[in-house]
């Protein structure tokens, strides 16, 4: 009898274009205007839904379009709705450049039913880093749209940095009045393009500025704000967020890139694939080779070494390893042991 533990997917993404009609400064793709690559066409992706259907029939699993920017693709409404039409759930994540009237149609139509849009500051801000004048009033302009939309879950994604760090408040105002319940924000990790961009990491204080505008914003009530799951946060856990940490990537979580590569979660920009669409089954990629992502003492390398929250933290999220298997920055210590 076979002892392989079989891991149902429960999330899973799709890098569905490598094409972006912005260029910002913390993309952690790389993503171009002008993007030399080409889109994956739904054909090759849909073998991928099916084996996963067919695997675990009953298991509810949301597909993730994710870019680049995944409205570029004018056929996306269409892919949604095969999603739609496969017994999967589907949503997207979007800059709002492009997220209009009638393309908010197209997509609810086709079966939508989650959608996140980056605001990353308030105008200045979110403009210089997105790299596009104009683009902060395109995310308002698209709320209004999203509001028009109850079947949606949706969120405001905040990628939170030095320049915006102390706006936060106002921007939870403004979000606030737009109607906006659900919030979340993000640190910016050094890789991609901010890898090469100095001043987008926060410092330790800074770190701690933000768990504390978070604890505040959740003890007051107004909107659902979060931290995202960038490893273990000690005494904030679940006081920033309604779970405790746990990364899972290659545990619920699977991901293929728009070259066909099989891996954990689209964050991972690291060499952690782990099989190829074109070359390779992809159910049997799933089952038999994802043991990095559920093995953990390999991660006991660095600040993890003789960390006392190791078994808790279990090394950190796999999208904050780099190529040598270090990671790259950790919140924890941050937070509790600056002078490391």
Not at 125 to 151: C, M, N, T, Y
Not at 162 to 190: H, M, Y
Request: charged content about 25%.
């Amino acid at each position: 009898m076979s002892t392989t533990r079989i891991f149902p997917i429960y999330t899973f993404f799709w890098e569905c274009t490598l094409r972006c009609n912005l260029e910002c400064r913390h993309c952690g793709s790389d993503c171009l205007k002008r993007s030399e690559s080409h889109d994956m066409p739904f054909a090759d992706i849909e073998p991928v839904l099916r084996s996963i259907r067919a695997h675990q029939p009953g298991t509810r699993c949301v597909v993730h379009t994710i870019g680049g920017e995944p409205l570029v693709r004018k056929d996306l409404p269409e892919c949604g709705r095969k999603i739609t039409e496969m017994g999967f759930l589907w949503g997207t994540v979007s800059n709002a450049m492009l997220l209009d009237g009638p393309m908010m149609r197209e997509l609810s139509k086709s079966g939508l039913r989650s959608l996140a849009v980056d605001l990353d500051g308030l105008r200045p801000e979110h403009d210089w880093l997105r790299r596009q004048p104009g683009s902060f009033d395109k995310v308002f302009d698209a709320i209004a749209h999203i509001r028009r939309a109850p079947h949606l879950t949706w969120d405001v994604i905040t990628c939170v940095n030095p320049r915006n760090i102390d706006s936060l408040p106002e921007l939870k105002r403004l979000l606030t009045e737009a109607g906006v319940q659900q919030w979340r924000c993000f640190a910016i990790a050094p890789m991609g393009r901010a890898k090469d961009e100095l001043g987008l990491q926060l410092s330790a204080d800074q770190v701690r500025q933000l768990m504390e505008f978070i604890v505040e914003t959740r003890h007051e009530g107004k909107i659902n704000l979060s931290f995202s799951c960038e490893g273990y946060l000690g005494d904030y856990e679940k006081r920033v967020r309604s779970y405790g940490y746990n990364c899972q990537a290659g545990i619920s979580c699977a991901s293929v890139r728009e070259n066909g590569d099989i891996s954990g979660c689209l964050s991972i920009r690291s060499h952690y694939t782990q099989g190829n669409i074109y070359q390779d089954d992809f159910w049997d990629v799933w089952v038999n080779r994802f043991v990095p992502f559920r093995t953990f003492d390999w991660r006991r390398n660095g600040d993890c070494r003789d960390c006392d929250v190791f078994l808790k933290c279990k090394g950190g999220p796999m999208h904050l390893r780099d190529d040598e298997g270090n990671l790259m920055l950790c919140n924890y210590q941050r937070l509790f042991k600056q002078n490391i």
